[in-house]
């Protein structure tokens, strides 16, 4: 069974704080991994998605880095509206379904 | 606009009473699936679909249904509800299997 470990469960940063979210994962035979952004009430959206162990991508102040067993979003100079959970989720080569975890809930603090 | 639309939004509604949650998405994607979201939980996938008349269980999929007879369609169905299904269920597609999905804007489904 393909689990999803997220830590920590929740963040306060001040604005312009740099920190990293983590993201464990044990699955048999990674197809990919998913990073997701949730605001309250609304349905999480896309942010990246990291194939193989090494693999870096950034969008803005986010950059998701993967190794064999663990991936982290990391946050620069955060602003108060990176103020987010933040979601990760794996597909592997067993199956076509997508486990999630149960997130980081991000506060920036102005 | 690319968009997934659930309907509806909200439902309160009682026990045993079969309902019908509706999903649509208009950017011909192949991938499908159903997701509750719970406090505590995070998000769980119910059915997914890899295309039309192909369905396939996902973590949760107890006391659901679903069916996916046209591309753009994939409803989720509760034939017999009952308290414990009360949660925020997310709609999603993607182009394929492996690529971003697409979440609608929920249905919080009360079941008394």
């Known amino acids: 069974e393909d689990q999803v470990t997220q830590s920590p469960e929740a963040l306060r940063l001040q604005e312009g704080e740099s920190s990293s979210l983590n993201c464990s994962y044990t699955v048999s035979g990674l197809r990919g991994l998913f990073w997701y952004r949730q605001d309250p009430g609304k349905g999480p959206e896309f942010l990246f998605t990291l194939y193989s162990a090494g693999e870096e991508k950034e969008k803005e102040r986010l950059k998701a880095t993967l190794t064999k067993k663990e991936s982290f979003l990391h946050i620069t100079a955060p602003k108060p509206e990176d103020s987010a959970t933040y979601l990760c989720?794996?597909?592997?080569?067993?199956?076509?379904?997508?486990?999630f975890g149960k997130g980081t809930k991000l506060s920036v603090i102005p | 606009e690319a968009q997934v639309t659930q309907n509806p939004r909200y439902l309160i509604t009682v026990t045993g009473k079969k309902l019908t949650v509706t999903c649509s998405q208009n950017m011909n994607h192949e991938y499908m699936s159903w997701y509750r979201q719970d406090p505590g939980l995070g998000l769980r996938q119910i059915y997914y679909s890899m295309n039309v008349e192909v369905t396939d269980k996902g973590d949760v999929p107890e006391g659901y249904k679903v069916s996916r007879k046209e591309k753009r369609n994939f409803p989720l169905i509760l034939e017999s509800p009952s308290p414990n299904q009360t949660s925020l269920y997310f709609c999603?597609?993607?182009?394929?299997?492996?690529?971003?999905?697409?979440f609608g804007d929920g249905t919080r489904l009360s079941i008394l």
């Open positions: 989720a794996v597909q592997s080569y067993r199956s076509y379904q997508l486990t």
């Open positions: 999603a597609s993607s182009r394929m299997s492996l690529q971003p999905q697409h």
